[in-house]
Each structure stands twice: as structure tokens, then as C-alpha cells.
């Protein structure tokens, strides 16, 4: 296994509050991840931690062999659950502005996919739909040819159709040896293109596997297993 992403005994707690509980893990190259569980379980928040927008409060990330700082976030394309791009820019002013940003941006990909999901360019990025801003926020991230893509709810707010494109998209123009984590609770959507998953709970990883084993082992589907283990 090519290691890509490594957390070692990482915890992170808001106040009194655990959000992460000593999580180890090591994820590898050339894989897409589900990162599932239910609300409160930490997933934003070990999302944001690989990023660097938020500092551990113990333990170690490595990306890529890089600690937090400028060369891991090189490696990075994280897509935020919310909305962070400058309403005040056309959609066309964003994409010049990744363009200029991000050295590894590939414009024609991005003008390709707003293309097929019927994006307008032209338009301010405040006058769009809430569908449409989250287009347009998945298409820049998708669009930087990187290491590591992290994924936080990237289809939660786009309709069916939109969904089907999207994970398509995801998984044929992936580069090589890149890795996307995508935190989710839509498991039925993506579980088609997810090479591993994990599940995390109370803040720690309760089960780290391959989508295909678990599925040839429990005969169901991981959505199936999901519900079973979080049943409430």
C-alpha cells in the first residue's frame, strides 16, 4: 500500500466537548473513501483537521509525508459542507480566480463539467440557486488535478440527475493515484463508486474496510450495513 494520508492518535475536542478520540489511521493512493456515521460522530471535523483549518489537539497528520502547512495544502482540494465562495463573483470570476490560485487548475475541465450541468458563466455567484452554488463549489474543487480531494457532503444539496453526473465525474477524472474522502449520509448514492469506507462513531473509527469485502461477506449492501450498525 502507497501511504497517502496518515492521522496518528489524533484527538480534537471543542471545549469539554471530544470530537475526535484518539484516531489512528492510514489511508492509501489511488482510492475513493466514503467517510460515514451518523450527525456528531466527527467527520467535519477530521475532514477540516486533514485540510489544516483546524489544529489537533493531540497527536500527528501527515500528507503525503508533509505535516500541516503550505505544501500539504498543495496536496489538498476540500470542498466545505457550506458555501465559501464570494457570492460577489460571476461564476466565470471564480473560475479565473482558481485559475490564478491554484497552479494545478485546469480550466477546461471546469468550463466542460458547467457546461454539461448547464451552469451559467456569466452569472453572480449570489443570484444562483442553492443547487447551483453547490455545482458551481464541486466543479472548482473537482477541477484542481491534486493528491488528496476531500469531499464534505458534495452531493447533498443536488438533485438526482446532478448526483449521478457527479459521482460519474468523480470517478473517471480522478488523476492517477489521487484519493477522494467524502463524508456523506446519501451511502446509496455513492456506495457504487467507493473502493473502501469508514465508519466513525463518538469520535472514533470503528471500522475501516474494503466496500467490495464487506459487502461478499455480510451479503448486503453497505447502506444495509450502515443502518444496521447505527440503527437507533
Same mark, same amino acid.
Given at each position: ?83 465559501? #465562495?464570494? %457570492?460577489? @463573483? $460571476? ?6 480566480? *482558481?485559475? /490564478?490560485?491554484?497552479?494545478?487548475? +485546469? !480550466? ?29 463549489? #464541486?466543479? %472548482?474543487? @473537482? $477541477? ?6 476531500? *469531499?464534505? /457532503?458534495?452531493?447533498?444539496?443536488? +438533485? !438526482? ?50 466496500? +467490495? ?20
Amino acid at each position: 500500500m502507497q501511504e497517502l494520508l496518515r492521522l496518528s492518535r489524533v484527538s480534537k475536542s471543542y471545549g469539554s466537548i471530544p470530537a475526535l478520540q484518539d484516531v489512528s489511521l492510514t489511508l492509501p493512493r489511488g482510492k475513493i473513501i466514503g467517510l460515514l456515521g451518523p450527525n456528531g460522530s466527527g467527520k467535519t471535523t477530521l475532514i477540516k483537521l486533514v485540510a489544516g483549518l483546524l489544529f489537533p489537539g493531540t497527536g500527528e497528520i501527515t500528507v503525503d509525508g508533509c505535516p500541516p502547512g503550505c505544501e500539504a495544502k498543495r496536496k489538498i482540494s476540500y470542498l466545505p459542507e457550506r458555501n465559501a #465562495l464570494d %457570492l460577489g @463573483m $460571476s461564476v466565470e470570476e471564480a473560475v479565473a480566480y *482558481f485559475v /490564478e490560485f491554484f497552479p494545478d487548475f +485546469d !480550466p477546461v475541465l471546469a468550463h466542460k463539467m458547467l457546461s454539461e450541468l448547464s451552469v451559467p458563466s456569466e452569472r453572480r455567484i449570489r443570484t444562483l440557486s442553492k443547487g447551483t452554488k453547490e455545482k458551481v463549489q #464541486l466543479i %472548482l474543487a @473537482m $477541477s484542481r488535478r491534486t493528491s488528496l480531494y476531500l *469531499f464534505d /457532503e458534495p452531493i447533498g444539496g443536488v +438533485d !438526482p440527475a446532478t448526483r449521478d453526473y457527479v459521482l460519474h465525474m468523480i470517478k473517471e477524472n480522478l488523476p492517477d493515484g489521487a484519493t477522494v474522502l467524502i463524508s456523506t449520509h446519501l451511502i446509496a448514492d455513492v456506495e457504487p463508486i467507493l473502493d473502501e469506507f469508514l465508519f466513525l462513531f463518538n469520535g472514533r473509527v470503528v471500522r475501516y474496510d474494503s466496500a +467490495d469485502d464487506a459487502r461478499a461477506e455480510e451479503g448486503k449492501s453497505l447502506d444495509a450495513i450502515f443502518r444496521e450498525a447505527f440503527r437507533c
